[in-house]
């Protein structure tokens, strides 16, 4: 069993910088990839950015060279910087694991989710 637990979601103005935090705990070997993702209303869920391996890194096109995600081993912690943030990320943000390592910006193939964290971009 896997927990995950989203923080650092709030309200920013375009051009602004965010960083999302997300608490993980449970058994390591389901989190071979972990992954952020966003929900705006009325739209599928996408994936944003994703570490598998511990250093493997895939960013939908959409936000590359402004969101970086990294990972800290020793606080069992995930993050999303973003920076130069646009109107069009204003969504619900979602962390989530997968247990296989080919899982990358696909949400259906990750297992655990966290309960997201809101981010709202005004312009």
């Known amino acids: 069993q896997v927990q995950l637990v989203e923080s650092g979601g709030g309200s920013v103005q375009a051009g602004g910088s965010l960083t999302l935090s997300c608490a993980a705990s449970g058994y390591t070997s389901v989190r071979n990839c972990m992954g952020w993702f966003r929900q705006a209303p009325e739209k599928e869920r996408e994936g944003v950015a994703s570490?598998?391996?511990?250093?493997?890194?895939n960013y939908a096109d959409s936000v590359k060279g402004r969101f970086t995600i990294s990972k800290d081993n020793a606080k069992n912690t995930l993050y999303l910087q973003m920076n130069s943030l646009k109107p069009e990320d204003t969504a619900t943000y979602y962390c989530?694991?997968?247990?296989?390592?080919?899982?990358?910006?696909?949400?259906?193939?990750?297992?655990?989710w966290g309960q997201g964290t809101q981010v709202t971009v005004s312009s």
């Open positions: 989530a694991a997968a247990p296989n390592n080919w899982a990358r910006l696909s949400p259906g193939l990750y297992q655990y």
């Open positions: 570490i598998c391996s511990g250093e493997y890194t």
